[in-house]
């Protein structure tokens, strides 16, 4: 089975961690490359910005798309990681270095993850030992291979030690690898 840690903002982690909504779009500013590291249903990871070298959540691959920024909004709201569209429209010009006037409605790469889940500082797990300090957007991992398995183990245990807080029918489970 595949996995894929993908690096985000703080403030994205923070805010959707805060609400806890039933699926996010975990956007990519650029809106050139078609994300297809994993495949439906497989394991989504959050690794937070340097110098917080931590992952600390997840959520399930469902599709990615091409989407501008206003329709992004329309479809995801908050979903998107901010309280409203002004936010959301100014955090994707400060990463594409552009601004309003130069690019009214930017389209940027919407990965749609459902059923995310965050976890607690206390549990949050060290970069694999493999990380490079230079990944920009993200990382695959397989868990055919011995780091594959360890990170995804992490996690398992992880999201154990969740389940009788949120022991209802739609609580996450993640199936065992292959």
């Known amino acids: 089975m595949k996995l894929f840690v993908g690096v985000t903002d703080g403030n994205w982690y923070s ?6 909504p039933d699926e996010i779009n975990f956007w990519q ?4 490359q078609t994300f297809k590291a994993i495949g439906t249903n ?20 469902i599709r990615h798309s091409f989407l501008p920024v206003s329709l ?5 709201g908050n ?9 959301f429209s100014d955090t994707i010009h400060k990463h594409r270095k552009s601004n309003l006037r130069s690019e ?6 919407c990965i749609i993850l459902t059923s995310p889940f965050f976890f607690d500082r206390s549990e949050w797990i ?12 993200g990382k695959s991992y397989d868990t055919n291979t011995l780091v594959g398995r360890r990170l995804y183990e992490q996690v398992q245990e ?10 209802t029918a739609d609580s996450v489970y993640v199936r065992k690898p292959k």
């Open 158 to 167: 992880r999201l154990a030690r969740m389940m009788p807080l949120n022991n």
């Open 72 to 76: 992004a909004w329309q479809a995801f």
């Open 29 to 32: 500013p650029g809106g050139k």
């Open 15 to 20: 805010y959707l961690s805060a609400i806890k």
């Open 126 to 137: 060290p970069v694999p030992e493999d990380w490079k300090p230079n990944i920009v957007q």
């Open 79 to 87: 979903k998107n990681g901010t309280k409203d569209y002004f936010s």
């Open 42 to 61: 497989d394991l989504f990871l959050f690794k937070l910005h340097s110098p917080l070298n931590y992952i600390a959540g997840g959520g399930f691959f």
């Open 104 to 109: 009214p409605d930017p389209v940027i790469g």
